[in-house]
């Protein structure tokens, strides 16, 4: 399995991204994708997730309610919107594969593209 993340760039606070994760490989099946971040300086951290089990998503608390997770199944890709951006979500975002139900734990993620950079300027 193959992640690409792209859709990363340049914005101002208050403004709007669209980041997108495409999986590749015929073993993608059976996995969902999910978010997360790593801030300068800072641990990587879960930002978004699905549920394999009823397509609950899930958010990390500092992203309720201006983040949304959203996925294409027949494109094999994974969407995160991101309005009301503020400079603390300046971070490279990533996307991973996980069998999981539902989880936010690295571990349990097999694969992981390569990151996108969002750079949120106040």
């Known amino acids: 399995v193959q992640l690409q993340a792209s859709g990363g760039g340049l914005v101002q606070a208050g403004g709007s991204l669209r980041l997108s994760c495409a999986a590749s490989?015929?073993?993608?099946?059976?996995?969902?994708a999910d978010w997360f971040r790593q801030a300068p300086g800072k641990d990587r951290e879960f930002v978004a997730a699905?549920?394999?089990?009823?397509?609950?998503?899930y958010y990390a608390d500092p992203v309720t309610g201006r983040f949304t997770i959203s996925r294409d199944n027949a494109k094999n890709t994974v969407y995160l919107q991101m309005n009301s951006l503020k400079p603390e979500d300046t971070a490279v975002y990533y996307c991973?594969?996980?069998?999981?139900?539902?989880?936010?734990?690295?571990?349990?993620?097999?694969?992981w593209g390569q990151g996108t950079q969002v750079t949120v300027s106040s």
């Open positions: 991973a594969a996980t069998r999981a139900v539902v989880t936010a734990v690295e571990v349990a993620y097999d694969y």
């Open positions: 490989g015929r073993t993608f099946s059976g996995y969902t």
């Open positions: 699905f549920s394999r089990s009823g397509g609950q998503t």
